[in-house]
């Protein structure tokens, strides 16, 4: 493998012990040929998160999303969850936008009309056109995987299964039962910064007295953090809080979180771009797609455990959850976006790692496994 700059510079830092890590050097944010390459391995190989499978619970309820330059369509038809080519086989138009429900899926220029299971229904004045044969039609299907609520979707037809990849933390996390948390919003945002400083961002809570000072700061005992080595497809970290909402701890009626997990958040990232907060009482999420170097498109949502979406404060539970997570965000742009003005400067330099930034060490394994064929797995032996 040819070893660029970027490359070269990313394979020295993730080389070293976790003793003396420092971060990912400027040039793995900035450089074009270095996105070409996270394109390629990462995101064109990778199960991508495309949000909570209770977005799509009706027949005919669709979602799109561009994937690596790929445009897919996400819907629910009688069988179950499927993904699509979002592209009409005649002149090649995207055929959906956005989301909604469709009993059929019409291309918006020739009318070409695909079935919810993808195949051709209807192809106005070709019935008398040689050589056309309506069974000959069908829009390729993507593969699309559901784990504990949550849709993938990846473009890899030989990648291994999303359970089989992350098992381990769905043991981890058993006892908060996800999969039953209801999402009560869902929005896309575009962010000015680099996929990886806003990953990164989510992966350390080192930043959350300084950043977060105005809203959840204040709530996180950095010296009670656990952030233990990650694994193979995530890694994750554990903070026990007093929380700033009600929602934050366990209800009175959930029975199946004990003790101090009653008021233990876990903050999960699922390699390459899907990042939980799961709380005993509300998550919230994101999934990152690079639209550039520096730029991110961001899908955001959130929601509550099912004792607090059966409270009959549910509502302005929903409603205090949302403004608090509108002020995070607003915060991390704020910080994230300084970060990628800064590696963009001739001065920048990475330094050194907090021990509270284990989860960042492991993330740049993966990433140099991925980019610049790091021996991951020699790296964990020699911890």
Sequence with gaps: ?????????????????????????????????????????????????????????????????ELAGQPVVVLRDKEGLRAFSNVCLHRMSTLLEGSGNRRAIVCPYHAWTYGLDGRLRGAPFMGETTGFCKEDYALPAIR?????????????????????????????????????YVECFRETHVWDTNWKVLAEN???????????????????????????????????????????????????????????????????????SHLITLTPGYFWYLSLHPRGPGQVEILFGGGLSPEFMADPRADAYVATLKSLLDAVNLEDRGCTEKVFRGLSADAARAGHLSYLERPIYDFMHYIAERVGGFDRSFALAAE
């Design 1 to 65: 493998m040819l070893l660029t700059k970027p490359v070269a510079e990313l394979l020295e830092a993730a080389g070293r012990p976790f003793t003396d890590a420092r971060a990912m050097p400027p040039s793995v944010y900035t450089s074009t040929d270095f996105l070409a390459r996270e394109m390629e391995s990462i995101f064109a190989r990778e199960w991508i998160c495309v949000g909570r499978s209770s977005r799509l619970a009706g027949v005919g309820d669709y979602l799109t999303y």
């Design 202 to 272: 989510f992966m350390e809570s080192y930043h959350l007295p300084v950043c977060h000072a105005d809203t959840v700061g204040g709530h996180s005992k950095l010296e009670e953090m656990e952030c233990p080595p990650g694994l193979a497809a995530f890694n994750y970290h554990w903070i026990t809080k007093e929380a700033s909402l009600a929602i934050g701890n366990a209800h009175p009626d959930n029975t199946r979180l004990e003790g101090r997990w009653r008021k233990t958040t876990a903050l999960l990232a699922l390699y390459p």
């Design 144 to 180: 699309c995987e559901e784990w504990l609520g949550w849709i993938y979707i990846t473009l890899d037809k030989d990648r291994p299964s999303v359970a089989s990849a992350l098992g381990g933390l769905e043991a981890m996390i058993a006892p908060y039962q996800m999969e039953n």
